[in-house]
């Protein structure tokens, strides 16, 4: 079962969701928050498997700043997005906030039960509208001749994985050390190497070795 947290300002739109989502066979609502403050807290006490985070909430925290700390202080937890706003700024700003996808309110039920269950896989989730504003971005980025950083792409526990991977640990080891999967250890992985556009191990390591990640406490 995937294990989520809704937040959302709205008591109605939680309500709505949690009906939608424990209603599906894989799925159920462990908890429901109305700011990022007290999302943070339940997600510490529950530790679900995705959080679904509203970005606009006028009382309390915001979801952009409660994004960005639930992945500095549970990076295995997913958070996405769900949210009216259809525009590039709170796109990008969702994404560096360590967000795992970006879904809209306005977006078919079936899209945002598909985002749940990819983000929970361990993989990345954008709708095919925001996939295109950030291809776009990255082009002209590219065309403009600044310099794009792919370490910076990745979340922190993918992070966390190509350290241990550079310095040797094998799956079981990490998958220990971090208190998660085998699975979930083999799926970052993968998200590691397609992002960063490594083939193979060897790759891996002298990237790490360029970044200064091959430092032994």
């Known amino acids: 079962m995937i294990r989520i947290v809704i937040v959302d300002d709205h008591a109605v739109v939680r309500s709505g969701l949690k009906l939608l989502l424990d209603a599906r066979d894989d799925m159920t609502v462990i908890g429901e928050a109305s700011e990022g403050e007290e999302a943070i807290r339940l997600s510490e006490q529950l530790l679900p498997d995705v959080v679904l985070m509203d970005l606009s909430m006028p009382h309390g925290k915001d979801g952009l700043t409660a994004s960005r700390e639930l992945q500095q202080r549970l990076p295995e937890i997913a958070v996405l997005i769900l949210t009216m706003h259809d525009d590039e700024e709170y796109l990008f700003r969702a994404i560096q906030a360590g967000a795992s996808g970006y879904v809209l309110k306005s977006a078919p039920h079936e899209e945002l039960v598909n985002a749940i269950r990819t983000v929970a ?3 990345a989730y954008l709708h095919p509208t925001a996939t295109k504003r950030l291809m776009i971005e990255y082009l002209e980025r590219l065309s403009n001749g600044e310099s794009t ?7 922190v526990r993918e992070k966390e994985i190509l350290s241990l991977a550079a310095k040797g640990y094998g799956n079981k080891e990490i998958a220990e ?6 699975k979930t250890v083999e799926t970052h992985k993968g998200n590691v190497m397609e992002k960063l556009g490594l083939r193979s191990r060897p790759d891996l390591v002298k990237y790490a070795a360029k970044k200064g990640l091959l430092n032994f406490e």
């Open 177 to 182: 050390q971090l208190v998660i999967s085998v």
């Open 149 to 155: 950083d792919l370490y910076e792409t990745l979340t």
């Open 121 to 123: 896989a361990g993989n």
